[in-house]
């Protein structure tokens, strides 16, 4: 049997295969990531708005409880607004933007990325008031049971909060973590907003630290699995490197309590705060070994080439922890990775796994790798961010970009919403540019149709963790 003809297209294909990342635009990648981000806004939309397919809408949000909650994001392809996870995709945008400033400003995107973040905070602001933090608005039942655009939604707009007597210590905490670190970002040049986000982020701490206890207002969407130890932890730590006040290293130091983990998520906090908290052990102070201890083991099981590795990946080498937004994971590895390979090599540190070392070069090549599979540098051929690069997914499970512009969607009962817009396989007739979506299961496979959510529908949060990586691809030669 001769062999030598298919052997050659093999190693061609393969070339091809390996070679593709050196197309990649990140630069354009990262445009469009924030692009998404605007596309997810509620409320009054500014004259300079990207995605022209979107409207106003929420104008009434928080009229049923007599407050103005219009504004804010959509956290997927659906229109409720969650406090939890706006509230992680606003810290870990904000996180972009001071660990890779310079980065952001090279490329342009600076301002853009400031302005996704003041979306949120100005939000934020309005939700937070005295004792009380507005958690949700949006009814997930009546929401679900309807397929239409926000602009033309008319299912409840139920309100709920959080307060002395309904405590919810993940949301306060994770909600004091964006304003905090959002507050670093405003400081230089806005003192005045930057100080009213850092006072309600040091109220909500208290909030969150003296009123203790899971809120499960927002299951089965957004159930915090993990608890409020890991939010504790992570307000506390930003609240520090916004103010430098030792009752709040006192905090980490004493109270906060920490685990070791695999995982970085809008629930799953640990390890960002243990990263964040290993650069001051690496400027001298050594009393915070465990911390970054459990940083590296963070590191060392995800890892492949690790003897600890136990995250697993799909044939690509995409790591995969559960369907269903399982690219949130990988963006919020590649960041955590990243950021970690800026200290090491700062502070010329390596990360020990058993026998094996690894050094800021081995993180931040792990950390692209993630990118460049999200971007099309994988086995399939195709990118999983709408509007960019091979064979992009057309049919986001997304209310918004499925239905065309001046189709007034109100008057379309909400079963009939379904035949109409959500069962067609047709592309959507409004790109959802910048879109990272669910992503391939654990075989790599991939369904591009618009009812399977596990592949197809975005979410901020995998977005707002890219920004700052492909910030730092776009400007750096890394191989």
């Known amino acids: 049997m001769y062999v030598g003809k298919p052997s050659a297209i093999v190693v061609v294909w393969l070339a091809l295969f390996q070679g593709l990342h050196a197309h990649l635009d990140y630069k354009d990648a990262l445009t469009k990531s924030i692009i998404f981000l605007e ?12 995605p022209k397919w979107r409207g106003d809408s929420a104008l009434d949000d928080g009229k049923l409880a007599n407050v103005d909650l219009a504004g804010g994001y959509y956290d997927a392809g659906d229109n409720v ?17 001071i660990q890779y400033q310079s980065e952001l400003k090279a490329t342009g995107e600076l301002q853009n990325v400031i302005d996704g973040i003041k979306w949120g905070t100005d939000y934020f602001l309005k939700a ?7 958690v949700q608005v949006g009814d997930p039942n009546a929401d679900h049971q309807c397929w239409v655009r926000p602009e033309d939604m ?16 993940e949301i306060a905490g994770e909600t004091s973590a964006a304003m905090a670190a959002a507050s670093i970002v405003f400081r230089p040049f806005d003192r005045a907003y930057a100080r009213r986000l850092l006072n309600k982020a040091k109220l909500l701490f208290q909030m969150a630290k003296l009123h203790k206890g899971t809120y499960d207002g927002e299951c089965p969407f957004y159930c915090s699995f993990s608890g ?14 916004a103010t430098k006040r030792p009752e709040y290293l006192t905090y980490i130091h004493e109270e906060a309590i920490t685990a070791t983990v695999a995982e970085f998520s809008w629930d799953l906090k640990y390890a960002g705060a243990q990263i964040l908290v290993s650069k001051m052990f690496f400027e001298g102070d050594k009393t915070l070994e465990n911390f970054k201890n459990q940083a590296d083991s963070f590191i060392c099981s995800n890892i492949p080439e690790s003897p600890y590795a136990q995250v697993k990946t799909t044939p690509g080498g995409m790591i995969h922890l559960r369907d ?24 010329n540190q390596k990360v020990e796994c058993s026998n094996k070392q690894f050094d800021s070069t081995h ?28 064979n992009a997914p057309t049919r986001a499970h997304h209310r918004g970009a499925s239905i065309p512009v001046g189709t007034d969607s109100s008057n379309v009962n909400c079963p009939m919403s379904f035949v109409y817009w959500y069962n067609k396989d047709v592309p959507n007739p409004n790109e959802l540019t910048g879109a990272i979506l669910g992503g391939p299961d654990i075989n790599d496979q991939f369904h591009d149709k618009r009812w399977e959510s596990v592949f197809t529908e975005p979410c901020t949060y995998v977005n707002s963790q890219a920004v700052g990586v492909l910030a730092k691809l776009a400007t750096k030669s890394i191989a």
Do not use: C
């Open 39 to 50: 596309a997810q806004r509620s409320g009054k939309l500014p004259p300079n708005h990207r």
């Open 81 to 97: 607004k969650y406090g939890l996870p706006m509230a992680f995709t606003v810290t870990t945008l904000a996180w972009a933007a």
């Open 128 to 134: 937070s008031r005295k004792k009380t933090l507005y």
């Open 154 to 169: 008319k299912t409840p707009r139920t309100v709920l909060k959080i307060d002395e007597n309904t405590p919810g210590s």
């Open 228 to 241: 409020y130890n890991d939010e504790l932890f992570w307000a506390a730590t930003w609240l520090y490197k």
């Open 324 to 347: 269903g937004a399982n690219t949130q994971y990988v963006t919020g590895a590649a960041l955590l990775f990243s950021i970690y390979s800026d200290f090491l090599a700062e502070h």
């Open 363 to 390: 993180l931040m090549a792990f950390a692209k790798k993630q990118i460049d599979l999200l971007l099309g540098d994988n086995p399939n051929g195709r990118s999983y961010m709408v509007g960019f690069g091979q």
